[in-house]
């Protein structure tokens, strides 16, 4: 069998159905709290009281990196989550479930076994509050959920144990979903492998799917990377395209197969965000969505594009900058800019795009040829031209000076004719392939609470 490992707040049940798990699977129960206090000989209360919080958190990374690979229950400590190589460790190699509980249910069975507060607010509240910062690597931990606030330790053991024998994916949405997949446009490798993994005789039943959803995607590099990074960090996933011209089929295919999540390409950014049941702040001020993550029933969405532009240009902060486009990526652009403190113009060959961007983010706007007028130290291209097969810059040579940063946010070609044309008249240069790296690494710790370095992304794709 794989490890099977629980996560969860506290209350929520996890050394008791990690119990009787284990015992129905005839392997052993490890508590890493339980873990913590024997090798300490100190009881946890007593190790917050006398050395606090960050010196607990020392003993549980310590704990987790020497669990056993295998053939085993692990129940984790609340804020174990909060730990990119606490879940590096704990996700390699295993099913993860996560579990949860209604507030009023957790603050009930706290009280009858109290343990040293995380906040000096009242009980109730700080239950909700932690659970709230906790969310997204909450989800991240999840390959099934399992809400335990109206059931026994038994029954929950049961239904944990049908979800490590069968799967989420009834067959018929198996097959109804890979008929669907096989009369788009995947190549046909990537066809053959899906039908394996949905339907074949030998598929295994708890292998999860992500994807890519666009119209078209096959330009998408996120196939290759993802499946590469499942293998390194021992993830039992796939990641295929989902391509339709409705980003509404693409979510139904999406949640018929329990997918635990898509990164979201043109021309959706937009139209995904009415499909979704939660949407971030960043999101939100953007106006678009390249990440949707699927846990719990609920579809909740991202944007780690603004991330991915921000990390390269970090150095610049508060440099005069031009953005080039008004489109959803703009939208990202200008929120990483503005972020940074930059004084930006936004320019579009149609104004009152760029101007009602630029309203909406406190920046400057004008026309296509205002660009000769302002002298940037960055220019940003936030267009598709130059995007294969479209091979036309959106700047003419003359209009790059040496003393510019050139940003195309592009990536297919990895150097595109801007790109060409800026290194040519001296300038500095960032591909796009750089936001490519960054967003993705954003989008894998979503997903999955792991933080890849970005040196692994780029050995990858290299």
């Not at 190790?47 to 549980?60: A, V």
């Not at 078209?216 to 590099?221: F, I, V």
């Not at 996933?237 to 409705?246: G, K, L, M, Q, V």
């Not at 846990?295 to 990390?311: F, P, V």
Request: glycine content about 8%; charged content about 25%.
């Amino acid at each position: 069998m794989r490890r099977c490992v629980l996560f969860g707040y506290r209350g929520t049940g996890k050394t008791g159905i990690g119990t009787i798990l284990a015992r129905r699977l005839n392997v052993p129960f490890l508590d890493t709290d339980a873990l913590i206090e024997e090798g300490s000989g100190r009881t946890i209360p007593i190790i917050f009281r006398d050395d606090g919080e960050e010196r607990f958190r020392d003993l549980e990374r310590e704990v987790i990196a020497a669990l056993p690979a295998g053939n085993c229950v692990i129940g984790t400590g609340g804020g174990a989550v909060m730990d990119a190589k606490n879940m590096e460790r704990l996700r390699a190699g295993s099913v993860c479930v996560l579990l949860t509980a209604d507030l009023a249910t957790i603050g009930r069975r706290l009280a009858r076994a109290p343990r040293p507060p995380l906040t000096s607010l009242p009980l109730q509240e700080e239950i909700g509050q932690m659970i709230t910062h906790r969310r997204r690597q909450y989800a991240a931990s999840a390959d099934f959920c399992m809400d335990t606030s109206a059931t026994s330790p038994e029954e929950a053991a049961d239904e944990i144990l049908s979800f490590l024998e069968q799967g989420t994916i009834p067959a018929p949405a198996r097959e109804t979903a890979f008929r669907w997949f096989a009369s788009g446009p995947l190549p046909a490798p990537e066809r053959a492998q899906l039908e394996s993994l949905l339907t074949g005789p030998e598929r295994d039943v708890q292998t999860r799917f992500l994807g890519i959803a666009g119209w078209p995607a096959a330009h998408s590099k996120s196939p290759f990377l993802f499946n590469r990074l499942f293998e390194r960090y021992g993830l039992n996933y796939h990641y295929t395209r989902f391509e339709d011209p409705s980003i509404g089929t693409i979510m139904r295919v999406a949640r018929d197969i329990d997918a635990k999540g898509l990164s979201v390409t043109i021309p959706f950014k937009k139209d995904v965000m009415a499909c979704l049941d939660e949407i971030d702040d960043a999101a939100q001020q953007i106006g678009a969505v390249n990440t949707v993550v699927f846990a719990c029933g609920i579809a909740r969405g991202y944007n780690t594009d603004w991330l991915g532009i921000r990390k390269p240009i970090t150095g610049l902060q508060g440099a005069r900058a031009v953005l080039l486009g008004a489109g959803g990526v703009a939208a990202a652009a200008a929120y990483a800019l503005a972020d940074l403190g930059m004084e930006v113009t936004i320019l579009n060959r149609t104004p009152a795009k760029a101007r009602t961007l630029a309203e909406h983010f406190g920046c400057r706007w004008g026309a296509w040829d205002a660009f000769d007028g302002l002298n940037p130290d960055l220019v940003v291209n936030a267009t598709p031209l130059g995007m294969q097969p479209d091979t036309r810059s959106p700047l003419r040579a003359d209009q790059l000076k040496k003393e510019m940063t050139v940003f195309d946010l592009v990536y297919t070609p990895p150097v595109t004719p801007l790109i060409a044309a800026a290194r040519k008249a001296g300038c500095a240069t960032i591909t796009g392939t750089e936001v490519f790296i960054h967003q993705a690494r954003e989008q894998f710790r979503l997903f999955f609470g792991i933080d890849v370095p970005d040196t692994v992304i780029r050995e990858i794709l290299a």
